[in-house]
Nanobody, 123 residues
Framework: QVQLVESGGDSVQSGGSLTLSCTASGVRISDYCTGWFRQAEGKEREAVASIDSGHEISYADSVKGRFTISKDNTKNILYLQMNGLQPEDTAMYYC?????????????????WGQGIQVTVSS
């Protein structure tokens, strides 16, 4: 059974930093495409970043230069380092996994999802 469990969410001030973690079980993230999505209240879920089995990385334009996705294959954990947080980054953040990263922003292509973790940024 595949499980993805996010942690590290918090409330921070504008300009602050957070690191989210996604601990995977039942699937080896070394073999899969894994990504982060977010959904703000009243808005559709959007792709944030992805990293494939070969460590090729993609970012949404809105987070480039501020967020860094990485993974520890030994620990089977996916990370999202978020710097320069702004109120518009406030959302529920989800990690997700699928076979490969083709069409990575398309959430419908992802097979496995975490339950989400809240990030709140105040001005």
């Amino acid at each position: 059974q595949v499980q993805l469990v996010e942690s590290g969410g918090d409330s921070v001030q504008s300009g602050g930093s957070l690191t989210l973690s996604c601990t995977a079980s039942g699937v080896r993230i070394s073999d899969y495409c894994t990504g982060w999505f977010r959904q703000a209240e009243g808005k559709e879920r959007e792709a944030v970043a992805s990293i494939d089995s070969g460590h090729e990385i993609s970012y949404a334009d809105s987070v480039k230069g501020r967020f860094t996705i990485s993974k520890d294959n030994t620990k089977n954990i996916l990370y999202l380092q978020m710097n320069g947080l702004q109120p518009e980054d406030t959302a529920m953040y989800y990690c997700a996994s699928k076979t490969n990263c083709m069409g990575w922003p398309d959430e419908l292509r992802y097979s496995y999802w975490g339950q989400g973790i809240q990030v709140t940024v105040s001005s």
